[in-house]
């Protein structure tokens, strides 16, 4: 079997019409001369025209022929010679990809079976002298001997995890760049999704890269939220969902094992479930769709709280529109009047919404409050200009698709507190300490513009429910990402058991996707890891050569089956035509100059 | 190199033809021909033997035959046949065919032809044979009866001075024609390209010659014609038949050649079995040798 290294010269093959076309073209007319001895002429022409003839059918072949041997020498065509050929020695960096997207069953057949084939003929190939490193899917790069590589990849399974393989080549490309052998190449097998290449520097080994020739079908849950984060009345969870199938299907919402919410839709679909909850507290949900070839992707899981709506109460100190906004939102039930949260000027209570007083006067008085409740937070002087606020505080109120962004008129510095939920103009706008959270703007409309845009009621539902009536920390996760521990959690637990928090507070994301909840020492709850699959696992459509270029640089190729046969290890097994051709090209224009000149030759000799 | 110069018979015949009309050419050149003559061990115009008569008073000595006397005792003088006996019929092919030439610098083939009959005429008129012209294409156009008077050669010139190349070439009819003009034995000159039909030629030639009379002819041709020149690749028309071919000289030059070697062989051969004489002449031979080869093969000329 030939291949070529550089097929687009093969277009030159259009060149080899060149010989019948000049040959059309001498069919024209040509100009007429007088010769009364014509009669011999015809005689002669008569007689020799079938020796013309072929003479002329021969020099047009072996013109046309001439022409195809150099451009194919020009695309550079090789050949297999077998397997087993020897090589140099070789450090090899195996990339051996068990992501999620592996998992895909096509044809009967899981796609990393196909790799997991592809890599034990690789790796057999190895000689004595040859060095190998494998990366799968969990990242480590290993190095290993012939025989445990062999046992590694025939034990591997689908991990629900995401492989970055622009990462890993690049992590080998540095190992076997160090190897002391005289060659290094990198070969990745892998379904090679285009969403798997993150940039990068090249690689200076040589980077073989082969997919199965399957290709899956696929329908995923990208996403799944809840809208409010703490539901209270009722709640919504918004689920997107991705992959490349046409054909509809069922999403279900399940609560504790119970299908509360159904709809239908498509891959590219985006939709809300509506939920009214019926119990209090965190709850485990996950929405699901209908099984396809790949099923690690099917499933979105998530926490949901549900509590009762924090109870506030107003003080005059906090302005006209903080008091009307409350009373939006209990009139929508999402707030109680009275008790809980209090917002005002004043520090009160234990936890408190804390607005700087209209009178600059007062200020001085309100960081005697703060003090003398054991508080770090301070304000400070009052300075007008124009920023833009933003911070984690904000999220979900406002965002450059909602519309714009608050803007900040009028301000006071603040300093001290724990967390700065907010800033403006790079310094603390909205700041939390204990249970007060104090704001630098009062909220009125000569201060910020909050007030009198349509997020100011979004923004006080958050801040009392979420931020001031307790936190709720949810955590997204992929599998095995290392997830630091949420203030008072020392684990996660979930439905296989509990992982321990480390002494710097962090752990290791489980690999199997669920609900994991955050718990303090004293057993209380303090927040939830959702553990999903990465969304771009879900995306199956193959890189190109021109991205892996742009991605590995040039030395990286693509190839099928035969080619990664005849490429491995620099190309053992690949036998050069280039030269053959060459040498048939030149005995080729040899016969035609002798060709050509027989009827000369033939003429000086009678003559 | 400077007895050339006082013979125009051995310049190139194109060089020749520019020094003035056919008559001039034709006189010098038979004059070039006649003074190298006496320097050459060829003796020239013999007279042909007749019969022997008795020796009568008055006789020259010279032509008593001696042997006879030896063998019989008895004076014997050799008779010959007075050249004003011959006639000559001098037969032009002037076809188009004649009319072309395959250099600039060269006469065609019916130009250089004349300047040949016109010098032949002038060689015979000098031995006081008659001597008469044919011209002929596709029929005859003209026809100069044979004269011996040495003014007729000015005839003979103007007539030929006034041959045009006609059309095609129908040799047969302008033969036929020579034998009512040539009652008696006589000598017919053929001159031509001979690019007709063989076959008919020469029956007519043979029967000529079957009638008596001796029959030379001069094969005409230029030089071009014997190796075929010319571009990478031409259609090549016949003016005469208006046949063409399509051919590359490069390719067919050698296998021509030897077709047109093979056709000259031919005529050679079928004129040599039929007592014809045959001389092939290319248009960039010097006159002074057609001349020379023509007398040396035949007496009478």
């Known amino acids: 079997m030939i291949a070529f290294l550089q097929p687009l010269a093969l277009l030159g093959l259009a060149a080899a019409a060149i010989p019948a076309i000049l040959h059309f ?37 072996l013109r046309t022929a001439l022409i195809v ?40 057949r899981r796609v990393l079976d196909r790799i997991v084939e592809k890599a034990l003929e690789v790796i057999g190939k190895l000689a004595e002298q040859d060095q190998l490193w494998v990366v799968t899917a969990d990242g480590v790069v290993r190095r290993t001997g012939r025989l445990e590589a062999l046992e590694l990849v025939r034990a591997l399974d689908p991990l629900p995890r995401r492989l970055d393989l622009g990462q890993a080549v690049r992590l080998l490309d540095r190992v076997v760049s160090a190897a002391p052998l005289a060659e290094r190449e990198i070969v990745v097998l892998s379904d090679l999704q285009r969403t798997a290449w993150s940039a990068g520097d090249t690689a200076g080994a040589r980077v073989l890269l082969w997919r199965p020739a399957v290709r899956a079908v696929n329908r995923s849950v990208d996403s799944a939220r809840s809208e409010p984060s703490v539901w209270t009345s009722h709640g919504e969870v918004v689920v997107a969902l991705g992959g490349n199938s046409e054909i509809p299907a069922a999403v279900r919402l399940e609560m504790n094992g119970r299908e509360i919410a159904r709809s239908v839709a498509r891959a590219g679909d985006r939709l809300v479930m509506s939920v009214t909850p019926t119990r209090r507290g965190w709850q485990a949900g996950v929405v699901r769709t209908d099984p396809d070839e790949l099923r690690l992707d099917d499933d979105w899981y998530l926490a949901v709280r549900v509590a009762e709506p924090a109870e506030v109460t107003v003080e005059s100190g906090a302005g006209r529109y903080v008091a009307e906004a409350l009373e939006v939102l209990g009139e929508g039930g999402r707030v109680r009047l009275g008790g809980g949260v209090i917002v005002s000027d004043r520090v009160a209570g234990t936890r408190t919404v804390v607005f700087p007083p209209s009178d600059g006067a007062l200020v001085g008085n309100l ?47 603040l300093s001290g507190g724990e967390a700065v939920l907010a800033r403006a103009g790079g310094e603390p706008w909205m700041v939390r300490e204990g249970g007060v959270i104090l704001i630098g703007s009062r909220l009125e409309e000569d201060w910020t513009d909050l007030p009198v845009s349509a997020w100011f009621v979004p923004f006080l539902d958050v801040l009392v429910n979420r931020l001031a009536a307790g936190e709720v920390r949810v955590v997204n996760a992929s599998p095995g990402e290392a997830v630091r521990l949420p203030p008072g959690a020392v684990r996660a637990v979930g439905p296989n058991g509990a992982v321990e928090g480390d002494a710097e507070g962090a752990i290791t994301a489980p690999v199997e996707p669920g609900v994991y909840f955050f718990v303090g020492a004293a057993g209380d709850t303090a927040g939830a890891l959702q553990v999903n699959h990465d969304s771009r696992e879900s995306r199956l459509d193959p890189v190109d050569a021109r991205v892996v270029r742009g991605t590995l640089g040039t030395r990286a190729r693509l190839v099928g089956d035969r080619a990664l046969s005849r490429e491995l290890f620099g190309g053992a097994a690949r036998a050069d035509l280039t030269l053959p051709f060459l040498l048939l090209a030149l005995a080729l224009a040899a016969v035609e100059l002798i060709v050509a000149s027989l009827g000369t030759r033939q003429t000086a000799g009678k003559e | 190199m400077t007895s050339n110069l006082a013979r125009p018979d051995l310049f190139d015949p194109y060089e020749v033809a520019q020094l003035g009309g056919l008559e001039l050419v034709a006189w010098g050149v038979v004059e070039g021909f006649l003074a190298g003559l006496h320097r050459s061990p060829y003796r020239g115009f013999s007279v042909e033997f007749a019969e022997h008569r008795s020796y009568q008073p008055g006789d020259e000595l010279r032509y008593i035959d001696w042997r006879v006397l030896a063998r019989s005792d008895r004076l014997f003088v050799k008779q010959y046949e007075e050249e004003t006996n011959l006639r000559a019929m001098i037969v032009l092919d002037a076809s188009r065919s004649m009319d072309w030439s395959g250099a600039e610098r060269r006469l065609t083939k019916l130009e250089y032809a004349k300047r040949l009959a016109a010098a032949l005429g002038l060689i015979l008129l000098r031995q006081r044979d008659a001597t008469g012209l044919i011209g002929f294409d596709e029929e005859v156009r003209s026809v100069v009866p044979a004269r011996s008077r040495t003014r007729h050669w000015w005839t003979l010139a103007a007539a030929l001075d006034a041959i045009r190349p006609g059309g095609g070439t129908a040799a047969a009819p302008a033969l036929r024609r020579v034998t009512d003009l040539l009652r008696r034995r006589g000598l017919v000159i053929f001159i031509s390209d001979l690019l007709f039909d063989q076959h008919l030629a020469l029956l007519a030639l043979q029967y000529l010659r079957h009638r008596g009379h001796e029959v030379a002819v001069f094969h005409v041709m230029d030089p071009v014609e014997l190796t075929l020149e010319g571009q990478p690749e031409a259609r ?16 067919l030059r050698a296998a021509y050649s030897e077709r047109v070697q093979r056709a000259i062989q031919n005529w050679r051969a079928a004129c040599r079995s039929g007592g014809i004489a045959y001389h092939h002449v290319t248009t960039d031979t010097p006159f002074g040798y057609v001349l020379r080869k023509a007398t040396s093969r035949h007496a009478r000329v």
Do not use: M
């Not at chain 1, 077998?82 to 992501?99: F, K, Q, R, W």
């Not at chain 2, 090549?236 to 390719?251: I, L, N, Q």
């Open chain 1, 367 to 413: 960081n005697r409050q703060l003090a003398a409740r054991g508080l770090t937070l301070r304000v400070g002087e009052r300075i007008e200009g124009e920023w833009r606020a933003e911070g984690e505080g904000l999220a979900g109120v406002q965002s450059e698709a909602a519309g714009g962004w608050i803007t900040v008129k009028k301000r006071h510095r």
């Open chain 1, 69 to 108: 041997c150099v451009v194919l020498a020009a695309a550079r065509p090789v050949a297999d010679v077998g397997l087993g050929s020897a090589h140099p020695p070789t450090a090899l960096g195996l990339v051996v990809d068990n992501s999620l997207s592996s998992a895909a069953i096509v044809e009967g």
């Open chain 2, 236 to 251: 090549f028309e016949d003016p005469e038949s208006g046949a063409a071919v399509v051919a590359r000289p490069r390719e």
């Open chain 1, 25 to 61: 073209l001498a069919k024209r007319v040509p100009p007429t001369v007088w010769f009364p001895a014509v009669r011999y002429l015809e005689d002669t022409e008569r007689e020799q025209s079938r020796r013309l003839k072929l003479r002329h059918l021969l020099l047009l072949i």
